[in-house]
């Protein structure tokens, strides 16, 4: 289980990324995070990562505190980030380097064909379209079998067909394992295609504002009722993300304070 | 299969242009129109070469040049490649010899030959020692930009994996900077064949260098071009070795093929 704890991130420069977050994931459950830009969703995901400290707050996994990179965290970029020098099957086994060749060997085809790309593991990178990298990119996560699983708005670059077969392979992976999956989109309907619960954020400095729960069963249809509800809640409550928030009267204090000197 | 054909015939039509200059200028000194005293017809220049091979003369100057040049590149790549990483990969090292290896760039190859005399004789050091700081800068600069350049996104993926220091180095940086440290090799090595004559210019009993000095003063215009031609054929050569031996680390790229 994932747990966030009053976390916060200002960078050196003073932006105020993160306004105390806490949130907690259960196993096997998808949460999506959406938000307008700027809310800071890509900042939550890295500093879960590992690859940004937080100013202030704690992330545990099943009580363990992360401090920085771990092996029970996997992530899923914006971009594919493949190494361009390795085969596909070098990239998805990128994490395994411990296995025995046999074992990874196993691992890495299994998880390729989970993907729909059997038979590809010995093309390069650049011979793939840039939906098939990343599936590629999501092989890799998920063969190291995480805990937790991140993923960046990965299909944010793919047009809407890609992104549904996407849809279906990410699923299928998680099926297997039931990893806990935090996941960034843009996309509402791509939040309630595959969250459990859907956190809406709100930009300046990011803060959480409003949790849906999304209940229908799996698989999902973009045409059931229940799915336009969820959809209506989801915007509803993004409009209201992105209105500016009624000021404080303190500010107004100082706005007037100024005006004397 | 079909992309080859139209590289292959360009290849061709490289040849064509000194061809008919040379068949043009052969050409114009039979039927009298030159005296080809000063600029020699091809075929006195085939001659020169053909004695010089079979006197055994022309392999002893090939192999003493090569020699230097390789002796003088191993050098030069080597340290070009280890002060290289480390300027480009620790902040510090950069701000405090980068200035200096810049200025030191500027000298031209030319200016360091009476140092390089008096410091250390007019025999074989001076000469590697020469030609090695003509491919140090190309080699230094070309794998501190590529270590500089690194993309982070995938440093990151790096870190993700938990990989330590040695393993973020040779599975991650390493195969990165491939690319650009291979490149500058190649321009490296082209400029040790630029330095050798310099070096070889510096008083020289044997080399391709001494040939064109000689030629120089005997007055022997067949000579000088036939080490010309030599040089030419041998820096394309060598080149041509050094892409080689790299071709198959560098597959994976996605460039535009042949361009390299």
């Known amino acids: ?112 064909e989970k993907v729909g ?54 699923l299928l992976l998680w099926a297997e394992t039931k990893p806990t999956v935090v996941m960034v989109t843009h ?6 295609t595959l969250a459990d619960r859907v956190v809406v954020m709100r930009p300046r ?27 209506r809640r989801i915007l509803h409550a993004l409009d209201r993300s992105l209105q500016p928030e009624k000021s404080a009267p303190a500010q107004k204090g100082a706005d007037n304070a100024s005006h004397w000197w | 299969m079909k992309g080859s054909r139209p590289s292959r015939s360009f290849a061709l039509a490289g040849v064509l242009l000194p061809l008919l200059l040379a068949v043009l200028w052969e050409a114009a000194i039979r039927s009298g129109l030159a005296v080809g005293r000063l600029m020699p017809p091809p075929s006195t220049i085939g001659a020169t070469l053909w004695e010089l091979a079979k006197s055994g003369e022309l392999q002893l100057h090939c192999l003493t040049t090569l020699g230097r040049v390789l002796a003088g ?5 080597l340290l070009g490649t280890i002060i290289g990483a480390g300027a480009g990969a620790l902040v510090v090292v950069r701000r405090l010899i980068d200035p ?68 973020m180095i040779h599975r991650v940086m390493l195969p990165a900077v491939l690319p650009a440290w291979i490149i500058s090799l190649r321009s490296g090595l082209g400029l040790g064949f630029m330095f050798v004559v310099a070096a070889e210019f510096m008083g020289a ?4 260098g001494f040939l064109l000095v000689d030629g120089q ?17 041998l820096g394309k050569l060598a080149d041509g070795v050094l892409v080689m031996i790299s071709k198959p680390l560098l597959v994976w790229q996605d460039t535009a093929r042949g361009a390299l």
Not at chain 1, 150 to 164: G, H, I, K, V, Y
Not at chain 1, 187 to 192: G, L, S, T
Not at chain 2, 112 to 136: D, R, Y
Request: hydrophobic residues 50%; charged residues 20%; proline residues 4%.
């Open chain 1, 1 to 112: 289980m994932l747990r966030l704890n009053g976390l916060s991130k200002t960078y050196a420069d003073g932006t105020e990324a993160l306004r105390d977050i806490s949130l907690q994931v259960g196993k096997g459950e998808i949460l999506a995070l959406v938000g307008g830009s700027g809310c800071g969703k890509t900042t939550l995901l890295r500093l879960i990562a590992g690859l940004d400290v937080a100013s202030a707050g704690a992330i545990t996994v099943n009580g363990e505190t992360i401090k920085g990179p771990h092996a029970s965290i996997g992530i899923v970029f914006q971009e594919p980030r493949l190494l361009p020098w390795l085969t596909v099957a070098g990239n998805v086994g990128f994490g395994l380097a411990d296995l025995a060749p046999q074992e990874r060997q196993a691992r890495i085809l299994h998880a390729l």
């Open chain 2, 205 to 208: 009993s044997e080399g391709l």
């Open chain 2, 73 to 77: 590149f191993a050098l030069g790549a």
């Open chain 1, 205 to 231: 400095p990011g803060r959480m504002m409003e949790t849906i729960s999304v209940t229908l069963d799996r698989p999902r249809d973009r045409l059931a009722l229940g799915f336009d509800k969820a959809k």
């Open chain 1, 187 to 192: 996309d509402v309907e791509e939040a309630i």
């Open chain 2, 100 to 167: 200096t290896l810049q200025a030191l760039r500027a000298v031209p190859s030319i200016a360091w030959v009476p140092l390089f005399i008096l410091w250390m004789g007019i025999f074989e050091t001076s000469k590697v020692a020469l030609i090695a700081v003509g491919v140090f800068f190309p080699v230094y600069l070309g794998v501190a930009g590529a270590i500089e350049g690194i993309d982070r996104k995938l440093i990151e993926v790096g870190q993700v994996f938990r990989l330590n220091r040695w393993a």
């Open chain 2, 217 to 233: 003063q005997m007055g022997k215009p067949a000579q000088i071009l036939a080490a010309i031609i030599t040089f030419a054929v």
């Open chain 1, 117 to 170: 790309l059997a038979g590809y593991d010995q093309r390069w990178p650049r011979e793939l379209s840039g939906g098939q990298q990343q599936r590629v990119a999501i092989a890799r996560a998920f063969v190291t079998a995480p805990k937790v699983l991140l993923l960046d708005e990965p299909f944010s670059a793919l047009d809407a067909f890609t992104r549904a077969s996407l849809h279906d392979h990410l």
